[in-house]
Nanobody, 129 residues
Framework: QVQLVESGGGSEQAGGSLRLSCAAS????????MGWFRQVPGKEREFVAV?????????????RYADSVKGRFTIDRDNAKNTVYLQMNLLKPEDTGLYYC?????????????????WGQGTQVTVSS
């Protein structure tokens, strides 16, 4: 079955950086868009970023970000390693949450939770002011 394992979370001060990784297995990695979501207690899981690979002929990599993280976070993927990354710079206290890696049902850059059918266990990110 599909397994997604996140790592790289931790505590950081505002303005700092963290890099999350997600190792995937049990799926044809390059055929799926890969996303990052986050959740805080009492709130719904929210979209952070997504990346898709459609092959060089079809434009290569494409990405999409939540407005709240544009210019600060960068999503990337290594199809040879079946791994997706989230580089988080200029962290803010409001970035605090449990960050989940997810595999989308298709290659589309979808932002809705229901468009993803495999999830990791999450990794905690805490940003202090």
């Amino acid at each position: 079955q599909v397994q997604l394992v996140e790592s790289g979370g931790g505590s950081e001060q505002a303005g700092g950086s963290l890099r999350l990784s997600c190792a995937a297995s049990g799926l044809t990695f390059s055929s799926h868009a890969m996303g990052w979501f986050r959740q805080v207690p009492g709130k719904e899981r929210e979209f952070v970023a997504v990346i898709s690979w459609r092959g060089l002929f079809w434009g290569g990599l494409s990405t999409r970000y939540a407005d709240s993280v544009k210019g600060r976070f960068t999503i990337d993927r290594d199809n040879a390693k079946n791994t997706v990354y989230l580089q988080m710079n200029l962290l803010k206290p409001e970035d605090t949450g449990l960050y989940y890696c997810a595999a989308a049902k298709t290659r589309d850059l979808n932002v809705a939770v229901e468009d993803y059918d495999a999830w990791g266990q999450g990794t905690q990110v805490t940003v202090s002011s």
